[in-house]
């Protein structure tokens, strides 16, 4: 935890909780997949009067690194948060990020602890919504807010629409990436990734329409051999598998 004396929060950061190894081709991860930023009141900390909010999160979704854990904050000389609107976290991560297409075992074995180093991670509060990208490789697609594999030979295709980095403004529909196997990436709106290897978090979106936003409905698509997203309800003439939610434009 750390305390912002000049604008009266204090803010926190938070492990996941660590990965199934059923997920991860029975390698136990001592290292979690990812960091949740809160931040709440200086009145509130003792009272709960106004609960802590979630501010982002910082994951393999976002990094490509397997582990993302014991988050610190940059601090002046008396302890507080640096001067400025924009949170500084230095993090542990394990390193290299595992290539696109690693198998279970072997994106789990990338978190070992010789590969444990030292990375930066950042939180600005005007930056609040996140591009949600399709990418392809020729082989599978790939949807995410957040890295991908330079190596993997992925163009992008199109941007789907933006999320939230965090629960607001009516939306409150997390949307996860996650990972079948060592090609099938997709999106879920279930923490426990259906039973798969997550990724991370993407960012959220909305359940429902709402009146006065034209936003972009948004549904999870089969091609037979790897999955993506699409904003057309018949999925680009593949199987529809399950409308996801909204995002904006």
């Known amino acids: 935890m750390a305390y912002d004396a000049e604008n009266g929060y204090w803010y926190a950061g938070f492990n996941t909780p660590p990965r199934d190894p059923s997920t991860t081709g029975g390698v136990v991860e001592?290292?979690?997949?990812?960091?949740?930023?809160?931040?709440?009141?200086d009145a509130s900390l003792l009272t709960g009067t106004v609960p802590w909010q979630l501010l982002t999160t910082v994951d393999t979704n976002l990094t490509g690194y397997e582990s993302n854990f014991l988050p610190g904050f940059l601090r002046d000389p008396f302890g507080n948060l640096s001067a400025g609107p924009t949170i500084q976290m230095y993090t542990s991560i394990s390193n290299p990020p595992p290539p696109w297409n690693a198998s279970p075992t072997l994106a789990g074995s990338s978190g070992d602890v010789a590969n444990w180093?030292?990375?930066?991670?950042?939180?600005?509060?005007?930056?609040?919504?996140i591009a949600l990208n399709r990418y392809f490789n020729n082989t599978v697609h790939e949807v995410t807010t957040g890295w991908i594999d330079p190596g993997g030979g992925f163009s992008l295709q199109f941007t789907l629409g933006h999320l939230y980095q965090s629960p607001q403004q009516g939306a409150t529909l997390p949307i996860y990436s996650c990972k079948d196997g060592s090609t099938d990436y997709f999106v879920s709106r279930y923490s426990?990734?259906?039973?798969?290897?997550?990724?991370?978090?993407?960012?959220?979106?909305?359940?429902?329409?709402?009146a006065g936003l034209?936003?972009?409905?948004?549904y999870r698509c089969n091609s037979g051999h790897d999955h993506f997203v699409s904003a057309d309800p018949?999925?680009?003439?593949?199987?529809?598998?399950?409308f996801i939610?909204?995002?904006l434009p």
């Open 30 to 41: 001592r290292g979690s997949y990812g960091i949740e930023l809160y931040r709440i009141p």
């Open 117 to 129: 180093n030292i990375s930066s991670a950042a939180w600005a509060p005007d930056h609040p919504l």
């Open 192 to 210: 426990d990734c259906e039973g798969y290897r997550i990724l991370g978090m993407n960012g959220y979106g909305y359940p429902q329409p709402v």
């Open 214 to 218: 034209k936003l972009v409905a948004l």
């Open 234 to 242: 018949n999925c680009e003439g593949q199987s529809t598998q399950e």
């Open 245 to 247: 939610g909204y995002a």
